[in-house]
């Protein structure tokens, strides 16, 4: 019975992958025999990953900032101190200053 979305028969052999170097998809065979199995599982075992350093790196990165507390919570608590007891600062060059940075790295 053909399928109806792409219309083959799961019995027609599939064309080789793009950039799969000679291995071939195996069509889905009930009843096959396990030395075909064995071989497919065998092609498979060589297969291998290996990442670059910068790769490595941003591992690490990733790691170290899933670890790092969401807030700061004595940061936090000092502002909160200072705005409370109106020893606050805002220095509105500075504002404007890391506004207009963030601003030209979106370009």
Same mark, same amino acid.
């Given at each position: 019975?053909?399928?109806?979305?792409?219309?083959?028969?799961?019995?027609?052999? $599939?064309?080789?992958?793009?950039? &799969?170097?000679?291995? /071939? *998809? =195996?069509? @889905?065979?009930?009843?096959?025999? #396990?030395?075909?199995?064995?071989?497919?599982?065998?092609?498979?075992?060589?297969?291998?990953?290996?990442?670059?350093?910068?790769?490595?790196? $941003?591992?690490?990165?990733?790691? &170290?900032?899933?670890? /790092? *507390? =969401?807030? @700061?919570?004595?940061?936090?608590? #000092?502002?909160?101190?200072?705005?409370?007891?109106?020893?606050?600062?805002?220095?509105?060059?500075?504002?404007?200053?890391?506004?207009?940075?963030?601003?030209?790295?979106?370009?």
């Amino acid at each position: 019975m053909p399928d109806k979305i792409s219309g083959y028969k799961a019995t027609q052999p $599939l064309a080789p992958l793009k950039g &799969a170097k000679g291995i /071939a *998809p =195996v069509a @889905d065979q009930s009843g096959s025999d #396990t030395s075909s199995t064995a071989s497919v599982a065998a092609s498979q075992a060589s297969d291998h990953v290996t990442l670059t350093d910068s790769a490595r790196s $941003l591992q690490k990165i990733e790691e &170290a900032i899933a670890k /790092a *507390p =969401v807030v @700061d919570t004595a940061k936090v608590a #000092t502002i909160k101190q200072a705005v409370s007891s109106g020893t606050y600062q805002i220095d509105s060059g500075r504002v404007a200053d890391k506004l207009m940075q963030f601003e030209r790295g979106l370009k």
